[in-house]
């Protein structure tokens, strides 16, 4: 009889934690960049952490792949054909984009360890760079948006937490380098943390982007292995950005949420109305 | 120095645990019903527990209690001024309604423990049973629902999950009763359990409201502190339920969010038409 339990747990705070049983550490490695951990959990199969921090889990990762990607692609005026994912490396919103039907993705990711990881754990995911219509660079996304010529219809900024090397990349300088690198009509969306526990992560990515945009929108989600629960999505456009007629369904977006997802809880209004107000 | 410790655990499943670092215990009983446990905690201030499961805590109760609350009360045609709760004995559903100005509340709850632990321990939400305008009988909430001959504008049924004393709360009989104590245009609503964890739980809910009501309403709302973070609420009434153009706005509840509230992710969209074919 096994009398020992593993549980892998993430700190939200100090004082709050949600832990996951797991049957097994599958990997965990130091990369030049961050730690990576792996686990195989009971309820939410396999578990990628970066830092401690669950990034997806194979049985909920659909909800945030959905949202960052499904969300501005119906809400381009013209439909996207091209996108830059700035991070991304276990290659679920390039999988998304990819089932869209958009036809050229850059996908720039600083760590190879995590799309080494993501081929050999997420194979489903991470299938999209062995797709002819993705190509895979890894670099650095601040460098490659300054130096690239090339204009997209959506830049897709799925970055961890703006602790090491994402800090950046919820700065207003990268914003407006992304302003430069978009088409017409088209949309730069970041994730922007939990409105709850991370107020300050989101008010750097709000800030942020109404200083880079004349048009700036803030929607949620559910995940239910993100701290809180909930979390936010922060897109940023030269043009308005509103729902198109057509959208497709997932397992979580559909076209009632392309709404509702953008009516925001009195709490998160007080905060962007104090940063608009600036 | 104090090498020691503790944490109080709610197990959202055999495999997945949200644990809040705790100052002190400062109570745990055993009453007739259930087991009540009363926790410091560091984030959260104080936590009410109710078999094992967060019922409420000091610092996110607001959102639990306006979403129960303030929708039905800005769905109605006329402007609720009777009100009955089922459950509730925290006085947090109470206190929102009196402060919307109902003026004639009944509130039924079966464990005189929670209305006694209340009054000590978050007096600001037990005032409401010094109130004159709150009649407060301890007893059965479906006894009381069977035998009385009153109407009401709103029905609150502020209970803990199916499980115990609260699992014929969810039945079909029990809302066809609530049914028949609700005046012209009165709205019952349910909280109706995690989407993600408690399926079971919504479906009893909604398929039991679908059966009694012509006119059945879901909507969502993020609760840091509950399984998931992510919880529903049902509504049934006679007539049609529509957002009234003046409405309060509380800390979560606004205008954006009495509307937004209800547009649900696709997975709760397929369990709902799937009830609604039965």
Known sequence: MRLIENWFSERYSDNVQLSFRVRDQLLSVKTDY?????????????????????????YDEYIYHEMITMMPFFHSVRKPETALIIGGGDGGAARSLL??????????????QVVEISKKYFPELA????????????????????????????????????EGPAVSL??????????????????????????????????????????????????????????SGF?????????????????????YFNQEIAEGAFKLPQFMLDDVSTLKGK
């Open 170 to 227: 919820f700065s207003r300088e990268f914003y407006e380098m992304c302003a430069g690198r978009l088409s017409e009509s088209g949309i730069v969306v970041a994730q922007s943390g939990s409105p709850f526990y991370q107020r300050e992560t989101f008010r750097m990515a709000y800030d942020g982007m109404v200083h880079a945009f004349p048009h700036v929108k803030v929607y949620t989600a559910f995940i239910p292995t993100y701290p």
């Open 231 to 251: 979390w936010s999505f922060t897109m940023g456009s030269n043009s308005a950005m509103n729902p198109v007629k057509d959208m497709v369904r997932g397992k």
């Open 34 to 58: 961050q730690r990576i951990d792996l686990f195989d959990t009971y309820d939410f199969g396999k578990l990628l952490a970066i830092d401690g921090t669950v990034q997806l889990t194979e």
């Open 99 to 112: 089932g869209l039907g958009v036809r050229d993705i850059v996908n720039v990711e600083i760590d190879s």
């Open 127 to 162: 299938a999209s760079f062995s797709d002819r219509r993705c190509r895979l660079i890894i670099g650095d996304g601040i460098d490659y948006v300054r130096k690239s010529e090339q204009k997209f219809d959506l830049i897709i900024i799925d970055s961890t937490d703006p």
